[in-house]
């Protein structure tokens, strides 16, 4: 075996990739080729350093990201060749981020708060989990019963089917170290997970609505309570939710 066939087979050989029969040529070969066995050596070094780098948990945010370009890319046919989706390639390059580990801070949206980066992740929870609510119900009044003793609020809860977005249930989630109730309402195909807790401040804010990474995100103070709303809809939509729960949280007073 000449050397730069050697040379192209060490990365296979690390991997394992190579027949029986193959690694044993190429492992006769080393005794021969300096340069080769040198380079299996430093590339075995390396792979050495990156086992024992601390593994840092990655946010929550992220790993959802991730979760979710890899549910929703469309699977490639068997009998196509193989390669592989852009969305695909980059969800298993992350993946990749992960298992070794994170150098030099901690990751960061690329726009927006951490409070907004939590809320995405949460949202995404429920979009991509199997259980999207702890308490399946369209029924006000076995969502919010259902929080007592969960969190330490009693959270206004309505179902909002004649403005168009009905009510799916509850759940609880940790927001800035907090635990949160979380409502899930549908608009068609989609889902809008609304957050609220008690204001510490007095006054209601008008509902602001942004769009980040695809989802529309609305804040607002209302009757007491800070909402916050996160769904894969138009800003418009979302501006229309808004609505409907300040209106429907008047109409109960």
């Given amino acids: 075996m000449d050397c730069p066939t050697c040379e192209a087979m060490v990365e296979s050989y690390l991997d394992s990739e190579l027949p029986a029969g193959e690694s044993a040529r190429f492992e006769a070969a080393l005794a021969e080729c300096p340069e080769c066995r040198g380079k299996l050596e430093r590339l075995q070094a390396q792979r050495a350093l990156i086992r024992d780098l601390p593994a840092a948990r990655a946010p929550d945010l992220l790993r959802a990201r991730i979760e979710r370009e890899l549910r929703v890319d469309t699977p490639v046919p068997v009998s196509a060749p193989r390669v592989w989706p852009r969305r695909t390639a980059l969800a298993a390059s992350l993946l990749l981020a992960l298992g070794v580990g994170w150098i030099g801070g901690r990751f960061v949206g690329r726009e927006g708060s951490r409070e907004t980066d939590e809320l995405i992740a949460g949202y995404l929870r429920v979009g991509l989990g199997d259980r999207p609510v702890e308490v399946a119900s369209s029924d006000q009044h076995t969502v919010k019963p259902w929080f007592a003793g969960r969190i330490d609020y009693a959270p206004p ?97």
């Fill in 157 to 253: 809860v309505y179902d909002l089917t004649a403005s168009g977005f009905p009510l799916l249930g509850g759940r609880v989630d940790v927001l800035d170290g907090r635990r949160v109730a979380v409502l899930v309402y549908r608009r068609n195909q989609h889902r809008v997970a609304l957050s609220l807790w008690p204001a510490s401040t007095a006054g209601n804010v008008a509902p602001q609505v942004s769009e980040r990474d695809g989802f529309a995100i609305a804040r607002w103070r209302h009757a007491g309570f800070e909402l916050r709303a996160v769904a894969d809809l138009a800003p418009k939509d979302m501006s229309l939710f808004a609505s409907a729960v300040d209106q429907a949280i008047d109409g109960s007073r």
